[in-house]
């Protein structure tokens, strides 16, 4: 274990094994510190911050703060951050709006430089978040999601399952899973191909997931027209099945 002198850490913290921090870094009360985890220099990580094994957490960062809404201070509340996830510089993550509730990183995620992630968002296993996009509060990203640099996002937004996302995007609707989405205002583009390949998905359910989402796409069919083709015209995997019930739970509605 290797604490830099200059860092500010509270006698209740609970740190892992082989822990290092570095020096001007704070960790408040009851913070929880998983094995192996390294932490640089001027970090802030304020009280009931749970991080996980094996994460790296870059300069600048600051966990566990206040969620920035007006009126919401003095409750119990928190962060946690899965194993294996990687925080890069000056990247914010605030606590939950809720009193006994959490903000959720995943395991294995890569939060690039200056991205804001606001109260209560649910970020899945795997997901990246590019260069300085934004969060707002209650969004949920499904696992393997990518999202792309400079992207503001409207709070209860929903990043479906291996989404690709295009940068400088303005997303205010829910982002199908499987789906490339771009522009401001976004639109549907087709699949995530190179994603859908690289996850191992089977050739002939990509087939079948590039007519699915070609079907959506269409400007002559309504999301409810599109949605019964799907099911009269392509065979029901696990992904497309998945697909359809995404968009049936949809409550902002989806990005076409």
């Known amino acids: 274990m290797t604490i ?6 509270d006698s209740s913290v609970d740190l892992g094994k082989d822990i290092r921090v570095g020096p001007f870094s704070t960790i408040g009360s009851g913070v929880k510190i998983g094995d192996r985890t390294e932490i640089g220099p001027n970090v802030h990580i304020e009280s009931g911050t749970v991080v ?7 300069h600048g960062a600051s966990i566990g703060g206040d969620p920035q809404i007006t009126g919401v201070r003095d409750i119990t509340s928190s962060v946690e951050i899965g194993d294996k996830t990687t925080v890069r510089e000056f990247v914010t993550i605030h606590r939950s709006a809720n009193e006994g509730e959490k903000t959720i990183i995943g395991n294995g995620c890569l939060l690039m430089a200056y991205a804001h992630i606001a109260h209560d968002c649910v970020i899945g296993n795997d997901v990246v978040i590019v ?9 949920i990203v499904e696992e393997r999601a990518f999202i792309s640099g400079m992207i503001g996002v409207h709070q209860f937004v929903r990043f479906g399952k291996l989404s690709m996302t295009g940068g400088m995007s303005r997303i205010v609707k829910d982002i199908i899973p499987f789906s490339t989405v771009e522009g401001s205002p976004a639109r549907l583009i087709g699949t995530n191909a190179i994603g859908l390949k ?12 590039k007519k699915a989402i070609g079907f959506i796409m269409h400007r002559e069919l ?21 697909l359809i019930n995404f968009v ?9």
Do not use: M, W
């Not at 830099?4 to 850490?9: A, C, L, T, W």
């Not at 996980?52 to 870059?58: A, L, S, T």
């Not at 260069?131 to 969004?139: F, K, P, R, Y």
């Not at 309504?222 to 998945?242: F, G, L, P």
């Open 248 to 256: 049936n739970q949809s409550d902002r509605g989806i990005i076409r």
């Open 131 to 139: 260069n300085a996009t934004s969060l707002s509060g209650h969004i």
């Open 198 to 209: 690289r996850a191992g998905v089977a050739p002939a359910i990509r087939s079948g997931l």
């Open 52 to 58: 996980g094994e094996d994460c790296r957490i870059f």
């Open 222 to 242: 309504n999301t409810t027209q599109a949605i019964k083709k799907i099911e009269e015209e392509i065979e029901i995997s696990d992904e497309i099945r998945y």
């Open 4 to 9: 830099h002198s200059n860092s500010e850490i």
